[in-house]
């Protein structure tokens, strides 16, 4: 069976889908690997650490997609791509159906089988192959990074001979992976840190982690696979209005929010930023799917009141060296799950499988993404 990588093409990812050490095990489990010729370049992963690993260097990714039985990606392939797939590969990679649903049918007429990471079920089976979660925890690192930089204070409280300076005061809205990377963060930075979470469940992981939870008088659901379920447009309201104190008392607001398939709920409106001192700053992380903040525009940072809004955009890939070689462990491990004595063995009954499959033998079989898509038509 021969595994295949290609250089990525969305303009600013840095990202590579397999690394080095990983194609060692792959090696090793009776597979060939074969590597785009500087597919790991913006990464700083030259092509002769490929070769060592015993991967074979092809210079054309349409010859390497035409040949490969299974392909490894970061980005969702565009239309060329998946034209140059042959039919009955395999695909692992984010897909992202319910924005990208050309490239999804395309799949399904091309009668591939692609796996998309978004999808892959919230078990612990599946941990290790969790990339929405291990590229969650890179942004919320970096964000925190971001919102530093930005913030013309010190984030430790400091006793000097000039005097004492208080510490910096973070809130972070959602506590799901890149929420508690971003507590974990900021208090090793030493600010002094809130968090809240329509899920009462995770209060305790963020007391662990030093941080207070803000515990509003309000009542949500959660969702599947530990996501949290999209709220009323009702219980939104009043829990803006319940927060806005706490986001006028910070210096840095870190918000993560979203709910997986659906557009970003808003949480700070352009009210709430008002009231912010001028100087804070806010790092929404939902940009990518319109934002939790009113006035976000994403890939850009925005001043308004002398509060500063940055909406980056595809924030794991601005550390691609770490968020490589955790995708590359997810990926490949999902990969060596599909796989025996080095060829596929695709079980439909496997809850893994069932779960992240999303078309196969030239239909779009699961059935969420296929809702995703009829309602992303609406």
């Known amino acids: 069976m021969k595994v295949g990588v290609v250089k990525e093409t969305l303009a600013g990812e840095r990202r590579v889908a397999l690394v080095p050490d990983a194609v060692i095990k792959l090696i090793a489990a009776k597979l060939e690997v074969a590597i785009q010729a500087g597919a790991g370049s913006e990464a700083f992963l030259a092509d002769e650490a490929y070769q060592k690993a015993g991967a074979t260097i092809i210079s054309e990714a349409q010859t390497l997609l035409g040949q490969s039985d299974a392909v490894l990606k970061v980005q969702p392939p565009n239309l060329d791509e998946v034209g140059a797939l042959r039919s009955g590969a395999i695909l692992i990679s984010f897909l992202q159906p319910s924005t990208n649903g050309d490239a999804v049918k395309a799949l399904a007429r091309q009668k591939v089988t692609a796996f998309s990471l978004e999808l892959v079920p919230r078990i612990s089976r599946a941990q290790s192959m969790d990339a929405l979660s291990s590229q969650a925890g890179v942004a919320g690192y970096k964000a925190v990074l971001i919102a530093a930089n930005r913030l013309g204070k010190f984030f430790p409280l400091l006793i000097t001979a000039a005097g004492t300076v208080t510490p ?34 995770v209060k305790d992981e963020v007391k662990s982690l030093g941080a207070t939870f803000v515990e509003l008088p309000l009542e949500a659901q959660q969702g599947q696979g530990g996501y949290a379920a999209q709220q009323s447009e009702e219980f939104l309201r009043r829990q803006r209005e319940l927060i806005g104190d706490h986001v006028a008392a910070s210096d840095v607001v870190i ?12 949480l700070v409106t352009k009210d709430m930023v008002a009231r912010m001192r001028p100087g804070s700053v806010i790092v929404d ?27 980056p955009r595809n924030l794991a890939s601005t550390m691609p060296v770490h968020a490589s070689q955790l995708f590359s462990r997810n990926v490949s491990t999902l990969l060596l799950s599909i796989v025996k004595d080095g060829q596929p063995n695709i079980d439909f009954n496997d809850e893994i499988v069932k779960g992240s ?6 239909e779009l079989i699961h059935p969420q993404a296929k809702a995703l898509l009829e309602a992303s038509k609406a």
């Open 168 to 201: 910096a005061r973070v809130l972070v809205l959602g506590a799901g992976v890149a929420g508690l990377q971003a507590i974990a963060t900021a208090r090793r930075l030493g600010a002094v840190v809130e968090a809240y979470d329509v899920r009462p469940a």
């Open 357 to 362: 499959c999303l078309t196969n033998a030239g």
């Open 255 to 266: 918000t993560t929010a979203a709910v997986p398939g659906r557009k970003a709920p808003i």
């Open 285 to 311: 992380l939902a940009a990518d799917t319109g934002g939790n903040v009113e006035l976000t525009k994403p890939g850009e940072a925005v001043v308004t009141g002398g509060v500063t809004i940055d909406g």
